[in-house]
C-alpha cells in the first residue's frame, strides 16, 4: 500500500508523481515541533496558506500531476491537516513522512539507546499515525533523512541505524537527503555493514555532486536515486542522465522531481510561479529529444509506486 493523507491507496493509483516537493517549510521551531508532538494547529494559519497552496495544486492536476511526495520532516513543520485538506480539494494524492532531524546536542546528551529511541517513535508513527483527522488515522509513507555535509557524523550515523530498525520492522521506505558522493560512500558502507533494505532507501539528490563510481555502487546495491532538482536551469543534465539511465538498463531504479517550496515560489512569484513545470515544460522537453512518452510514464508513475509501496 502507499499511505497518503486520506488514507491508503493501491500502488498504481499514484499515477504521475513529483517525488520530492515541499508545500511550506515552516521556520518556527516550536510551531513545527508542536505539530508533530502535540497535534495542535493553528486554523488562521492552515487557512492562509491553503488559499496560497491549492491555485498550485490545481494548476498541477491540470497539468497531469497526481500524487506529490511531501519532503519536509517534522522538523520542516509537515502540517497534516494543512495537506489533508489540499489533497481533498485538489484531487492530488499527498505521502507524507516521519523521520525528526534532532539538534546534535539532544544525542550528545541521549547518546543511550538513541537510535533505539528514535525508531521506537517512527515506529509509533506508523502503527497509530501521524493524527487521526475526520476519522481517518493518517500514517507516514516514508521516512525523511537529512544528513549533514561533510564526513558522516555520530549523530547521523545513528539517524541511519534508527530508519533502518523501522524499516526492518514495519517496512516503510527511506527517503535520505545527501548532498556529496563521499558522503553517499559512507552512508552505503553503513548500509551495508547494517545489511539494510537497499530497495527501500532513496539517494536524494543524487546529481548534486555527480560521481559516477559512487552511482554505479548504489545502482549495484539497488539503492534508487533521487534526481529531484530538475529546474529550468537543469533540464540538460537530467534529460542526459535519464537518457543514460535508459541505454544502461537502469530506468527503473530513478524518481524524479523538482526540490520546490510551494509556498515560497508563491509568495516570490505569484500565479507566475514555476512548480508546474516539470510538467508542462519538462516532459515536454524530453519527448522533442527522443525519450518515448511511454518510457517517462513508467519513470513518473510505475517507479514512485514501487518504491513508496510497502
Request: glycine fraction near 6%; hydrophobic fraction near 40%.
Amino acid at each position: 500500500m502507499i499511505y497518503t493523507v486520506n488514507g491508503p491507496i493501491l500502488k498504481e493509483q499514484m499515477k504521475p508523481t513529483l517525488c520530492h516537493e515541499h508545500f511550506k517549510w515552516e521556520n518556527e521551531e516550536n510551531y513545527a515541533n508542536q505539530l508533530y508532538f502535540d497535534r495542535e494547529y493553528d486554523d488562521e494559519k492552515i487557512e492562509e496558506a491553503y488559499q496560497k497552496l491549492l491555485p498550485v495544486l490545481q494548476k498541477l492536476y491540470t497539468a497531469g500531476c497526481r500524487s506529490i511526495v511531501e519532503a519536509s520532516p517534522p522538523l520542516g513543520g509537515q502540517n497534516i491537516k494543512l495537506l489533508r485538506k489540499l489533497s481533498m480539494a485538489s484531487g492530488i494524492n499527498i505521502i507524507p513522512c516521519t523521520g525528526h532531524s534532532l539538534p546534535n546536542y539532544v544525542h550528545r546528551i541521549h547518546r543511550e539507546r538513541y537510535a533505539e529511541q528514535l525508531s521506537d517513535r517512527w515506529i509509533k508513527d506508523f502503527q497509530h499515525g501521524l493524527d487521526t483527522i475526520d476519522g481517518v488515522t493518517i500514517k507516514p509513507g516514508h521516512i525523511k533523512l537529512l544528513l549533514m555535509r561533510g564526513e558522516l557524523s555520530e549523530v547521523d550515523r545513528e539517524l541511519l541505524r534508527a530508519a533502518i530498525m523501522t524499516n526492518k520492522q514495519v517496512g516503510i521506505p527511506i527517503h535520505c537527503h545527501i548532498l556529496e558522493a563521499a558522503l553517499a560512500d559512507e552512508v552505503m558502507d553503513l548500509l551495508e555493514a547494517e545489511k539494510a533494505n537497499f530497495d527501500k532507501f532513496l539517494w536524494s539528490h543524487t546529481l548534486r555532486d555527480k560521481n559516477y563510481d559512487t552511482i554505479h555502487r548504489a545502482l549495484d546495491l539497488g539503492i534508487w536515486l533521487g534526481l529531484d532538482l530538475i529546474k529550468a536551469n537543469e533540464y540538460g543534465e537530467n534529460l542526459g542522465f535519464i537518457k543514460e539511465a535508459i541505454v544502461d538498463g537502469f530506468e527503473n531504479q530513478i524518481l524524479l522531481s523538482q526540490d520546490y517550496d510551494f509556498y515560497d515560489e508563491v509568495a516570490a512569484h505569484g500565479e507566475h510561479h514555476p512548480c508546474a513545470a516539470f510538467f508542462t515544460d519538462f516532459i515536454p522537453y524530453c519527448i522533442a529529444h527522443g525519450i518515448s512518452p511511454d518510457t517517462l510514464d513508467d519513470i513518473i508513475s510505475k517507479n514512485p509506486g514501487e518504491f513508496y509501496n510497502f
